[in-house]
């Protein structure tokens, strides 16, 4: 049982799961907004049940999950229903987090949320109790994404673009990593944070 949890966030590729990996290495439990995004709509859940009441039996693959193409391409070009879609999934989302967090043990847990920004910030996540932003220039964002997921820039730069600008997150932080150096340097920082984290949990 773990009260003490820290949320963590950044623009995409900023290293968020380069970070979290660091912190799982040194016994900590990360809970993934992601995972918990596909759980909260999982065969046999009521987050699905939901989804299928609002946007008919259309979104459901043959299997009986949530096709979620389909889900896409109904959504797309209708911000009302994304906004109804989002209804259903993101207080699920956060309740998975806050409930992973809470069972899991150690002396402090990890909530990691991607678009914590864009989603509430603090406001909508009352229960984190510290909120960790990963910050790089948007320079070397875009690097790093054509490097790892191989898109052209174009495509890089809108999704750099439809996101939370650096100033908004860091606005929400309470600690800033700044993973602009090398991978060892990133060693040095989480550590340093997780003594920083045991400390203040530790009250
Ligand atoms: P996010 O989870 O925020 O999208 P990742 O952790 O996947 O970002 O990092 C994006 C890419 O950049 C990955 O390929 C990762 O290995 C690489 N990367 C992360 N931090 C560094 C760093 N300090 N130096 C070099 N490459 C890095």
Redo the contacts with the bound molecule.
């Keep these: 049982m773990s009260m003490y949890v820290i949320g963590l966030t950044?623009?995409?590729?900023?290293?968020?799961?380069?970070?979290s990996q660091r912190f799982e290495a040194l016994g900590i439990f990360v809970a993934d907004a992601d995972q918990a995004a596909h759980d909260a709509v999982a065969v046999g859940s009521d987050g699905l049940a939901d989804v299928v009441d609002m946007f008919g039996e259309g979104v459901l693959a043959a299997d009986g999950s949530l096709d979620r193409p389909a889900m896409r391409r109904r959504v797309f070009a209708d911000p009302d229903a994304r906004k109804r879609l989002e209804g259903i999934i993101h207080p699920r989302v956060r309740e998975l987090l806050h409930e992973a967090c809470l069972h899991a043990t150690g002396p402090y847990t990890i909530a990691a949320v991607?678009l914590l920004a864009e989603s509430g910030g603090r406001k909508a996540y009352p229960w984190l109790r510290r909120i960790l932003v990963?910050d790089v220039p948007e320079s070397v964002q875009l690097q790093?994404?054509l490097?790892?997921d191989g898109i052209d820039e174009v495509l890089a730069q809108r999704m750099i673009k439809v996101q939370a600008t650096r100033q908004q997150r860091l606005a929400i932080a309470d600690d800033v990593l700044v993973?602009?150096?090398?991978?060892d340097?990133?060693d040095e920082r989480v550590a340093a944070l997780d003594r920083l984290y045991r400390a203040l949990a530790a009250g």
């Design positions: 950044g623009g995409i590729a900023s290293g968020k799961s380069a970070v991607p990963v790093r994404v490097l790892r993973n602009d150096g090398a991978l340097m990133l």
